[in-house]
Structures are given as C-alpha cells and as structure tokens.
C-alpha cells in the first residue's frame, strides 16, 4: 500500500506531469531528492505551492527500491515540504519506454523538428512495444493513481508532450471534472505529425481533445493543432472561435497561454547570498564584455552554433581578443541519451578548439563553461552580461530571456539576441535582435551590433521587454488557464 492510497486527496487542483518540482533519484540505497531542471518547473512551482494543490509526478524505480517505497513517499513529504507531491513509481523499464524512447526520442525531437540521424527517425517493432507498454502504460497508471488518490478533484492541469492521452483517460474516471491540457513545446503542424504512425497521432489528438481546454504558447502552436485536428483527426474545427468537436461532441476550446515568470520571486532570489557570492566571483574575474547563455544541454537549444558563431567574432574581430568572454551554462540533461552525450561531446570539442586557437591572444581562454543547474549561479551572470544569447532551433517559449528582461541590471543594460523560432522572440520584438538559428554568419553579426550598441538604445530595448514580461507573468498564465477553465 502506497502513501498516496492511504491519504486521500480532496477538492484539490491536480497539476499531472511528468517531471516534478524535485528529481527523486534512487541513491546508494536511498531516495535522495535533486532539483529539476526546466521551464515547466519553474512555471508550475507557484500554484504547486498552494495548499488547495497537489501535483502527480512520474519517478523511475529500480528492482531493488520497490522495499522502499514508503521511504519515497516520506522522502517527497520530508524533503519536497513546500509542495504536496505524489510520486508515482513506475519499473524502470515502463519509464524508459515511456520517458525515453518516446517521449524524448520520438515526440521532443519531431516537436522540435530534429527528423533524420540524431533525431526521429523510424518507428520499428520495438518502438511500437515502446508505445504501448510504456507510453500508454505510464499515462494509464497515472490516471488510475489519481483514481485512487483524489476525492472530488475541483480541476485536472495535465502537463506536456509525456501525458498527451492523460486526459482522456481521467475523463473516464472522472466525467465531471473540469480539465486543461497545456504543451510547453512547440505543436507540430500537419504535415510533420504525419510522419507518426496514424494510430500514435490520432490517440495523441483524441487523447488531448479528452480536455475541456486545450492550450499552447504560441498562436502559432494554436493554429498547427486545429490544424491537426482538421485533416489528422477529422475533427469538426472552427478556427474563428478556435473550437473542435470531440467525438463525444463536446465542444474544447483551445487557447493561448504564454509561459512566463514570477518577477518578484527572481527579485527574491537575486537579493540571496548565494547569488552574491556568485555575483562576486564573476567580478574577479570580470572582463570588459560578457556574452551568456544558459539553457540545458540539449541539440535543440543549438549551443554549437553559438560557439561556432562566437569562433567567428574571434576570428573576424581581433580588437575584441581579451576583452570579451563567452559564459556558457549548459545544464545537464537527458544524460541517458546517447543523442545529448554526442551533442556534448562535439560541444566540448567545439571550445577546447576554439580556447586553444584564441586562448595565447585574448590572455586567458575565451570560453568558460559550467556544466551544472545551479540557478544562482546562472542569475549573478544574467544580471550583467552585455549579451544574452538565446538561439535555439526551436523553442516553445524560453523562460531564460524572460528570467533576464527581469534581473538584468539597468545601470549596465545588455542585449538579448534571440533566434525567431524561439516562442519569447514574438513578445521580445522590438526590443531583441533576432536571428535565423541556422544562420552563423547573422548570429556573429547580432553579437557584434549587440556589443557595440549605444547605451541609450540597449536601454530602451530592455525597459521595453521589461514592461512587457511585467504585464504577463506566470501568474497571469497560470490565472487565464483558471478563469478559463472556471476554476476560479
Ligand atoms: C522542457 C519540457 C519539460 C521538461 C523540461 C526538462 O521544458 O517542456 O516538460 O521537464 O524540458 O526536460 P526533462 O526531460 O529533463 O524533464
């Protein structure tokens, strides 16, 4: 018996996803609780901390830790103590299928259009069984854990490409309960989700349209899942009032809800010692420009192109040799994959090339990574770079640039360059220099005109991505979805 089945749930806002608030990693014999790396976190930890809220969460646990699952729920109570979280354990086999193979490997990279070597490439025998007993099974055992668990659920808040059927599957449970399923990643236009299977694609769309409400981060996203709907699933859809008919009949609606921050919890957290310390640590060692970046580690995130871009400034620029560091913060993820450890193997090439041929001329090497998630850390360096480099493939938002447009210091205003195909570059238009990811020669370009921007104009482009992260932040989001939903 599980904590969850002994402590019944009631009248709570459930938020479902499958990465939590904590990481819980099985340990030298014992559940150890590590802090999660990502947007989605971050955005959801304000509702989560609610006491009328519980969140559902999926967590890989290994033969020899099922004797322990009563310490995974203290774990989650003890160590997880702002947040009411459930964790739900899965065998890791289950996990991996449904976690690795296709979440990660199938559904990120087509979402992020990663097709071909390295990306989504074929579906044979095994990623079907990968599907089925992992994918599906997953998102089965979630929706009978909160059957178990939740008493009168007052809303379900389903997260992300991981639990595409979940609502579906509570609606069964659960007819009454009012739903909302939101994806974080950018939602795939009809002719790329029909490069899945046609019974992965339609469980997909009918497993989401199982919601009340349907939402995305972009209107772009909107228009590519009425699309689907329409020729993918032959669904009635209205694109005037952005409406589809289930096969029920129900009418879902699908909205936009721009992800963004909590700018007063990021003021919060700038004032902390450890940002201090970090802060002071950078001003040692301070040269006259910093370009930064800091996202996970990840192809999608495109860090390559931005070193191979930075190469070229170094190469084209010499007058610039010693005067401007590059300060990468790579988070680690998806470890397990070995598409992210290639990924990271080239990137790691890519500076040990570049800080050997420029390091004898700039005095020191040009270069400096760290490969850890220590959020501080990152903040100390955001809130002073001159350029702030966000040039992802693709993105469904990007809360980086967001967390930065916040923390950045006014008296020393910086540049954000962001690639079009992130999801911020439509609300940091006109304040961002925006790039086409693929595209070295304009990323060099934009760093350059970045650093030589006048003051006054650097600063009139931040006040104005300021003010326009000031007027949406995550409570905004997390409020629209609410009101939407007529929650509250
Ligand atoms: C993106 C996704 C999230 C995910 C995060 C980190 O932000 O939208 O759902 O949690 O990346 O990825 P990971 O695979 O480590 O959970």
Redesign the pocket.
């Known amino acids: 018996q599980t904590r969850q089945t002994r402590e019944p749930k009631q009248d709570k806002i459930v938020v479902l ?3 939590g608030p904590n990481d819980f990693v099985w340990r030298g014999g014992s559940w150890v609780v590590e802090r ?6 971050s955005m959801l930890a304000p509702l989560a901390q609610r006491p009328d809220t519980t969140w559902f969460c999926c967590v890989s646990e290994p033969p020899d830790a099922q004797g322990e699952r009563d310490g995974l729920f203290t774990t989650a109570a003890d160590q997880c103590a702002e947040f009411d979280v459930v964790p739900l354990p899965l065998p890791p086999e289950v996990y991996q299928a449904y ?1 690795g193979r296709i ?2 490997e199938v559904l990120w990279m087509l979402q992020h259009h990663m097709l071909g070597p390295g990306g989504y490439e074929l579906v044979d025998h095994a990623r079907y069984r990968a599907w089925s007993s992992g994918y599906f099974e997953a998102n089965r055992r979630l929706a009978a854990a909160v059957k178990e668990t939740c008493v009168a659920p007052r809303a379900f808040l389903v ?4 639990l595409y059927p979940l609502p579906a599957l509570l609606r069964r449970y659960f007819p009454h309960v009012r739903s909302l399923h939101f994806t ?2 950018p939602f795939p236009e009809p002719t790329v989700l029909r490069l899945l299977p046609k019974p992965w694609r339609e469980a997909i769309l009918h497993g989401m349209l199982g919601a009340d409400r349907v939402g995305f981060q972009t209107e772009e996203d909107r228009e590519a899942f009425l699309a689907c709907c329409k020729y993918q699933a032959e669904r009635e859809v209205d694109f005037e009032t952005k409406t589809v008919r289930a096969v029920d009949g129900r009418q879902v609606y699908v909205g936009v809800y721009p992800a963004s921050v909590d700018p007063e919890a990021l003021l919060a957290l700038r004032e902390s010692p450890r940002v201090a310390e970090a802060r002071a640590r950078f001003a040692d060692t301070r040269s006259e420009f910093s370009i930064v970046r800091v996202d ?1 580690l990840d192809p999608s995130k495109n860090q390559l192109v931005g070193f191979k871009a930075f190469a070229q400034l170094l190469e084209t620029r010499p007058d610039l040799h010693g005067r401007v560091i590059f300060r990468a913060f790579l988070v680690p ?2 470890t397990d994959h070995t598409v992210y450890r290639d990924y990271k193997t080239a990137i790691y090439r890519e500076i040990d090339r570049i800080n050997e041929a420029y390091g004898p001329s700039c005095g020191r090497p040009p270069i400096e990574v760290y490969y850890t998630n220590d959020r501080e850390q990152a903040l100390a360096a955001l809130e002073r770079c001159d350029v702030l480099l966000v040039n992802s493939k693709e993105d ?1 938002m990007n809360l980086v640039a967001k967390e930065w447009a916040i923390v950045a210091d006014t008296e020393h205003p910086g540049v954000l360059v962001v690639s079009e195909t992130a999801g911020v570059a439509e609300e940091a238009a006109g304040s961002a220099l925006t790039v086409s990811p693929l595209d070295v020669e304009e990323t060099t370009q934009a760093m350059v005109r970045a650093l030589e921007m006048p003051r006054t104009e650097r600063e009139g482009r931040l006040q104005r991505f300021r003010a326009r992260v000031r007027s949406w932040t995550a409570s905004h989001w997390l409020t629209a979805q609410l009101t939407d939903l007529g929650v509250e």
């Open positions: 996803s499958n990465r999660a790396a990502g947007g989605l976190v976690y979440s990660n997260q992300d490409y991981h974080h990643i996970r993820s998806r469904g």
